[in-house]
């Protein structure tokens, strides 16, 4: 073989694996980016639809809302089995289990699904979030990018190929979603994995990275919740406020994962066989129920949150005291059907709520201080991972001000939701893991 030739093939050589163990990483990146802001936008259009429709009259919620839970229910059952809930525990699943879980959990179709449902969710007043779905997302379509390689190849690695590429594509969502690029690093260690494997964090880095800047270039270089401005020195009892609001959010978001995971417990027998047997109709009757705590709270339960919590964190706000209740009943009352819909958009406000409330305790602590530490700590009690919940908010609302405050509170908040039992997303797992 002549030199050109030889040199000619060593560059084609190179180059395919570069591509192999770079470029569909970083092309899986740039779609998940692309894909994560489109989505976001279909969201708030659904949820802005749903708010001028309901406008016209107050009671149209009462029927609107349950007819889009039996709809979303059943549509989930029939056609996109495995779409369901947030998302998080399918990847979880496949990502912890040895069985190759992401052709079942993983697929277009689901991504397809998760996207249309939870459109719909959204489009009848459900208080649910997009983040978890748009992790879910991420994670089937850098999944289904599997097809690049060669099946030898995917042999070889025992799986492993396809994990990394499930979990770089949900960190990668978690960024773009949340235009949060090192919060997408921290989840995919801490929530995800909980073990980290050296070969790929370069690569699932740098995965993460494309899509925040995707996002960033999209959505402008703005933070989620804007920036919280605090004025002269912190208070001395800024420390029990931290104690105070670590406490009560660990033991809100505890109860709230209990609730969840022992709905045999604290549900009366028929209707456990009434959601069993006639999953569609109980459905409907969830659907009526966020109608009717929706009605009864004013309209501000519906959703995700967001507006709620942004106007409690820049001092504006327009709930009482017993918001977080109400958010918190219309939040399980949305997750028990099984419709498409995440928990940390929802978990940040009712989070904001608390801090928001603890305001009549502390008056002398700036209202935006208080609702801050409120999102970190029921996230972190939700999760049960404080680092990634502290990560998170800190890169919302820019809060260097507030860093060791937000990290014990969620430090506190997260050993607190452990009284109440295991973490909610590895829990919801293991039905998956065990199908």
Not at 308 to 323: D, F, I, K, N
Not at 384 to 411: D, K, R
């Amino acid at each position: 073989m002549r030199y050109p030739e030889y040199l000619n093939r060593r560059v084609i050589v190179r180059g395919r694996r570069l591509w192999l163990h770079y470029g569909v990483f970083w092309l899986g990146a740039v779609v998940t980016g692309l894909v994560a802001v489109m989505y976001a936008r279909l969201i708030d259009f659904g949820f802005d639809t749903f708010v001028r429709v309901t406008k016209l009259c107050w009671w149209l919620p009462l029927m609107l809302t349950p007819a889009v839970s039996a709809l979303s229910v059943w549509l989930t059952r029939r056609f996109f089995p495995g779409a369901e809930g947030s998302g998080i525990p399918q990847v979880i699943a496949m990502l912890h289990n040895r069985r190759d879980l992401g052709s079942s959990l993983l697929t277009v179709r689901i991504l397809i699904g998760k996207i249309i449902l939870s459109y719909l969710s959204i489009l009848g007043g459900f208080t649910i979030g997009r983040e978890g779905p748009t992790i879910h997302v991420g994670a089937a379509l850098m999944f289904s990018l599997r097809r690049f390689y060669p099946l030898r190849l995917l042999r070889l690695s025992g799986g492993a190929l396809e994990r990394n590429l499930a979990l770089a594509g949900a960190a990668a969502g978690l960024s773009a979603a949340f235009n949060a690029p090192l919060a997408g690093v921290v989840f995919a260690i801490e929530e995800l994995m909980r073990t980290f494997e050296q070969r790929s964090s370069g690569v699932s880095i740098t995965a993460i990275i494309f899509a925040g800047i995707v996002s960033l270039a999209l959505q402008g270089n703005n933070t989620y919740f804007g920036t919280i401005n605090l004025e002269g020195r912190f208070p001395h009892s800024l420390a029990m406020a931290v104690v105070l609001i670590g406490s009560a959010t660990g033991i809100a978001g505890g109860t709230f994962c209990w609730f969840l995971l022992n709905t045999q417990r604290w549900m009366p027998a028929r209707v456990v066989s009434w959601r069993q047997a006639h999953p569609v109709s109980f459905g409907a009757a969830c659907g009526l129920l966020i109608a009717m705590v929706g009605v009864s709270a004013g309209g501000h339960t519906f959703g995700s949150g967001y507006a709620e919590a942004r106007g409690m964190l820049e001092g504006q706000s327009q709930v009482g005291a017993s918001y977080p209740l109400f958010k918190m009943a219309s939040m399980i009352c949305s997750y028990l059907p099984g419709a498409p819909g995440g928990l940390f958009a929802p978990s940040l406000a009712i989070g904001a709520g608390i801090g928001n409330a603890l305001h009549l305790t502390f008056a002398n602590i700036q209202l935006p201080m208080l609702v801050a530490l409120g999102m970190v700590g029921y996230l972190a009690a939700v999760t049960q991972s404080p680092i990634t919940a502290f990560v998170i908010v800190f890169e919302m609302i820019n809060g260097h001000a507030l860093v060791l405050s937000l990290m014990a509170t969620a430090l506190i908040s997260g050993q607190v939701s452990k009284l109440f039992g295991p973490p909610l997303y590895e829990a919801l797992a293991q039905k998956y893991s065990n199908t």
